[in-house]
C-alpha cells in the first residue's frame, strides 16, 4: 500500500521546503535537513537569513501576471520604453524583470533629470544609467538612454519620435516602478497622438491576467501598452508616513550638502530616517544628494548605535513610529578606486573618493542599499 509522506515546509514562511536549487524559493542546505530531528521545526535559508542575521529583502519584486505580459512582449520582439526616476533607480530593477528582457530591445526613459543638478554632465549621467542597467544584463547603451523631464516636457518629442522609429512596427510595452513617470509620459504621448486605425483606445484586463493595461492602437495591428508600475517596497518611501514622504520626495533641483567626516563621526538624515557613519579610514570629505527638506545632522561616533536609537525613539515617541528594532545595520568596505557613490533607495546618497573606507549605514528594515561609479559629474 502506498505511504504518504509529510512534505516538509519552512516554520517562518509556509513554503515547501528544497534542497536543489539555492535560487528557487524554499532552499535548505541538505545536510541541515540530514541532521534535523523528525518533527524540528526547520527553516528556509531566506527565513534563516532574515531571522538570524537580522537581513531584510533586498530586491523588489514583480507579480506573476506582470512576467506573462512580459514574456508576451518578449514573444512579439517588443520596443520595452522602461522609465526610471532619475534620482533613485538603482535598486528598482527587478531580478525577474531583467531575465525576460535579456535580448530585447531597450529605449530607457530616465526622467525627473529636472531634480539632478543642472551643472551635472548629462553623457556622464547616460553612461551612469547605461551601467546600471548593464549590471542587471541588459543590452542598453549611452545612445538608448534619454534624459527627460515629464513635468517640463523636456525632450518628450525627441523621445516619441525615437519610439516610433525604433519600435519598427512591433508593439511598444512601456513599464517601470511606481511613480516613475510611465503614465505621465503616456499622457504627454497622447497629445500630439492621432490614431491611425479604426481600433478604438480602451482600458481592459491584458489577456490571461489581472492587469489593467491601457491599450493605444500605434497602426492597424500593433499597440503600445501602458502597463502598472513594478512595487517599491525596498524604496525609503514606502516605510515612512505622509508626512516624512512630503519631505524625502524632490520638488525640486537638489543642492549638494558637502561634509567632512572622520572615523567615528557619521550623518543622520531626517531625524531617524537612516544614519551614515565613517567607521574607519582617513578624513573624508563627502557631497549628499537628497531632497532639500530632509534635515541632516553630523555626530561624534561615541556609542554610534546607542546614540541614533535614543534620538530617534525621541522623535518616534512624539510621532507614535515603530520602535527602533526596525533599523537594519549595514556595512560596507569600498575596494575600488576612484569617486564613489553609496546610496540609500528612495532616500539619497553620497558621493567621495575612495580610500578603502568602511561606512556603516543605519535604514529602515527591508530599505535597499547601493554602491558603484559616482552619479553625478559636474561638467
Known amino acids: 500500500m502506498s505511504e504518504f509522506n509529510v512534505v516538509r515546509r519552512c516554520y517562518g514562511c509556509g513554503v515547501i521546503l528544497q534542497s536543489e536549487d539555492p535560487a528557487k524559493p524554499g532552499y535548505i542546505d541538505p545536510e541541515i535537513v540530514g541532521k534535523a530531528e523528525v518533527n524540528a521545526p526547520l527553516f528556509c535559508q531566506a527565513c534563516w537569513k532574515q531571522t538570524k542575521y537580522n537581513s531584510a529583502p533586498?530586491?523588489?519584486?514583480?507579480?506573476?501576471?506582470?512576467?506573462?505580459?512580459?514574456?508576451?512582449?518578449?514573444?512579439?520582439?517588443?520596443?520595452?520604453?522602461?522609465?526610471?526616476?532619475?534620482?533613485?533607480?538603482?535598486?528598482?530593477?527587478?531580478?525577474?524583470?531583467?531575465?525576460?528582457?535579456?535580448?530585447?530591445?531597450?529605449?530607457?526613459?530616465?526622467n525627473k533629470r529636472d531634480l539632478l543638478p543642472k551643472k551635472a554632465d548629462d553623457s556622464s549621467l547616460r553612461k551612469y544609467v547605461s551601467q546600471r542597467f548593464r549590471k542587471a544584463r541588459l543590452s542598453v547603451s549611452e545612445n538608448d538612454v534619454c534624459l527627460i523631464s515629464l513635468r517640463s516636457d523636456l525632450n518628450v518629442d525627441r523621445v516619441v519620435s525615437r519610439m516610433q522609429k525604433e519600435r519598427q512596427g512591433h508593439d511598444v510595452y512601456v513599464i517601470g516602478a511606481a511613480g516613475a513617470g510611465k503614465t505621465i509620459f503616456v499622457n504627454a504621448?497622447?497629445?500630439?497622438?492621432?490614431?491611425?486605425?479604426?481600433?478604438?483606445?480602451?482600458?481592459?484586463?491584458?489577456?490571461?491576467?489581472?492587469?489593467?493595461?491601457?491599450?493605444?492602437?500605434?497602426?492597424?495591428?500593433?499597440?503600445?501598452f501602458d502597463t502598472p508600475g513594478t512595487s517599491l517596497e525596498n524604496s525609503m518611501i514606502t516605510h515612512v508616513d505622509a508626512s516624512d514622504?512630503?519631505?524625502?520626495?524632490?520638488?525640486?533641483?537638489?543642492?549638494?550638502?558637502?561634509?567632512?567626516?572622520?572615523?567615528?563621526?557619521?550623518?543622520?538624515?531626517?531625524?531617524?530616517?537612516?544614519?551614515?557613519?565613517?567607521?574607519?579610514?582617513?578624513?573624508?570629505?563627502?557631497?549628499?544628494?537628497?531632497s532639500n527638506e530632509v534635515s541632516v545632522s553630523k555626530r561624534l561616533g561615541t556609542k554610534i548605535e546607542d546614540a541614533f536609537y535614543r534620538f530617534a525613539d525621541q522623535i518616534r515617541a512624539k510621532r507614535e513610529k515603530n520602535p527602533s528594532a526596525d533599523f537594519d545595520a549595514f556595512e560596507t568596505k569600498i575596494e575600488e578606486k576612484g569617486e564613489r557613490d553609496i546610496g540609500i533607495e528612495g532616500?539619497?546618497?553620497?558621493?567621495?573618493?575612495?580610500?578603502?573606507?568602511?561606512?556603516?549605514?543605519?535604514?529602515?528594515?527591508?530599505?535597499?542599499?547601493?554602491?558603484?561609479?559616482?552619479?553625478?559629474?559636474?561638467?
Request: charged share 20%; glycine share 6%.
Open 189 to 224: 504621448f497622447l497629445r500630439s497622438y492621432a490614431n491611425p486605425s479604426s481600433r478604438a483606445i480602451g482600458i481592459s484586463k491584458y489577456p490571461r491576467t489581472e492587469l489593467s493595461v491601457m491599450t493605444i492602437p500605434l497602426d492597424s495591428s500593433s499597440s503600445l
Open 58 to 110: 533586498l530586491e523588489p519584486s514583480a507579480s506573476q501576471d506582470f512576467l506573462s505580459m512580459l514574456r508576451d512582449a518578449k514573444a512579439s520582439d517588443a520596443l520595452i520604453v522602461f522609465v526610471v526616476n532619475l534620482f533613485s533607480f538603482e535598486c528598482s530593477l527587478v531580478p525577474e524583470v531583467c531575465r525576460i528582457l535579456e535580448g530585447l530591445k531597450l529605449l530607457v526613459l530616465a
Open 347 to 379: 532616500l539619497g546618497w553620497i558621493c567621495f573618493r575612495s580610500a578603502g573606507q568602511t561606512f556603516r549605514i543605519y535604514v529602515r528594515k527591508g530599505v535597499s542599499l547601493y554602491s558603484g561609479n559616482a552619479k553625478i559629474k559636474i561638467k
Open 245 to 290: 514622504m512630503k519631505r524625502i520626495l524632490p520638488q525640486s533641483e537638489i543642492k549638494a550638502r558637502s561634509y567632512s567626516l572622520s572615523k567615528g563621526e557619521k550623518l543622520i538624515l531626517g531625524d531617524d530616517l537612516a544614519s551614515i557613519e565613517l567607521l574607519n579610514g582617513a578624513r573624508t570629505p563627502v557631497k549628499l544628494y537628497c
